[in-house]
């Protein structure tokens, strides 16, 4: 099994990938189009915070289910829990020393069809 290590810019938060990373995705949801990263989907337990949980900032909305973790020193986009289910993503372009090219064709997520809370 591979280990991937990834941080934000400042290297406040540090991450570890266990597995294989061989597909990212993007998102068409208001949010993810806006960071426009490449994500790259997985189980929660390949996916470990190392360091920096206290320089981490979470931003949510709408049905607040997906939780989007950012560093609140330099603004990166780090890693995200999935709304649909248990799983993780991670930003692969936090990933150190990470080979673009081995993704191949990057998959679309159609995030913007997922529910959305009316507002009252």
């Known amino acids: 099994m591979t280990t991937h290590k990834g941080s934000c810019h400042c290297g406040a ?3 570890e990938i266990s597995g294989n990373v061989e597909k990212g995705v ?7 189009k806006r960071k426009g990263a490449i994500m ?5 337990d390949q996916f470990t915070l190392t360091s920096g ?3 981490l900032s979470l931003y949510e909305w709408n049905s607040q289910v997906a939780k989007h973790y950012f560093c609140k020193l330099c603004g990166i ?5 999935r709304r ?10 936090c990933v150190d020393d990470f080979n673009m090219e081995i993704l191949g064709e990057i998959g679309l997520v ?3 069809k997922l529910s959305i809370i009316d507002e009252a």
């Not at 993007?26 to 993810?32: A, G, T």
């Not at 790259?40 to 929660?44: A, F, H, S």
């Not at 986009?77 to 829990?81: L, N, R």
């Open 110 to 112: 159609s995030g913007s």
């Open 40 to 44: 790259v989907l997985m189980e929660k």
């Open 13 to 15: 938060v540090t991450f």
């Open 53 to 55: 949980e206290d320089n």
């Open 77 to 81: 986009y780090t890693h995200h829990k």
């Open 84 to 93: 649909r289910d248990d799983g993780m993503g991670f930003n692969v372009g």
């Open 26 to 32: 993007r998102c068409d949801c208001s949010l993810c």
